[in-house]
């Protein structure tokens, strides 16, 4: 099994992760990391802080000449505004105490942190609370993406809507259809998506988003949106029915829903079946010159909490930032009188970012069941488990299901 932990403040001096349980001889570039760190700080509607952190990653441990080692890997990222808050965050003694913040933003952790943590100064639990955590998870999940690569894996994402606006045509209908090229691959969404400022793949829809943004920015108000990701090449059989904490699909919405601001997952047509009748909500599976097949995909590839082999699709609906610079109503919880919240250095909308943190965090919960089902103590071992299992499964099913 892998795990992974994250370590750090927003305004501290470092972020930090240390992964476990990776198999020995991935290959691995420091500049594959970095490039993912990057792709997370694009997009329009991000405050000043994104152009002061060009966020990098450091190899401590677990990686020798490019290909891990098969022990703890730790990677660091730095902060480079530490220096601006280095009196502010010190974990020794400060040479004059900060004033204390004691009023608290709606729909930030701010109010439940002070209180559950029995801190004065909401400070304490803002630095931890902030989304700048998901630079640190974004470079141990990128681990994960490197390792399912090995195995014809993809993943990859697009904007749905952001501030209400969606696209004039529907992008996801190919997905549900199963209708999508032979040779498409989860990546070729972000290859195009990552060329807009939203991440959206029509000109008339990004002009729209960015109108509305700087319509947020004047008011100084911020705004959500909802994005899908996708992950190719999941072989059919990851997950399990047999108890609940190993289906595939209660692991992704736990971890996509840890994501900060995200408030809704949704796995294949969720939802909309929810409004439909049963015959066209399901996928019905037929046999073609390769053997069984599937008609459509509206489970989103997974049924019975098991991947059945074609796309992963996940949508996921993010809130707006609970920062405001015209603030809505709180209460000072040193004076107890109520008034207007704080105003502070923040993003108006972090939707395109929010989308590729859940490349990352579907990487890594995909990472997790391929281990459990084919791990081995080498990445060599891990491709020979692998080989056997699809092997039996072509000769006993189908050569349709994203197999290599
Ligand atoms: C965040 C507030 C902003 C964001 C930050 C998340 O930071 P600051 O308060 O320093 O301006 O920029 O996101 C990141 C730093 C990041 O790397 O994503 C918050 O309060 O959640």
Known sequence: MIRYLTSGE???????TIIEGFPSNLKI??????????????GYGRGARMKMEPDTAEIISGIRFQKTLGSPICLRIDNKDWENWTDIMTSGKPKEKPEKITIPRPGHADLVGV?????????????????????????ACTMARRLLEEFGISVGSFVESIGGIYPARNYSKKLFDNSLDKDFKGWDLSDKSDKSDVRVFEKSQEEKIIKKIQLAKKKGDTLGGTFYTVATGVPLGLGSFVHFDRKLSAAIARDIMSINAVKGVEIGKGFDTAEQFGSVSHDEICNDENGISRRSNRAGGIEGGISTGLPIIVRTAMKPIATLMSPIGTVDLKSMDEMESRRERSDFVAVPACAVISEAVLSWTLAEFFIEKFGGDSIEEMKDNYKNYVNKLKKRVSKNFNVK
């Open 115 to 139: 209180s559950k943590y029995n801190f004065d100064d909401i400070r304490n639990s803002i630095d931890r609370s902030s989304a700048r955590e998901t630079a640190a998870r974004v470079a």
């Open 29 to 42: 570039e420091n500049e594959y990391i970095n490039t993912h760190l990057k792709r997370r700080q694009m």
């Open 10 to 16: 927003s305004h501290g001096k470092a972020l930090t």
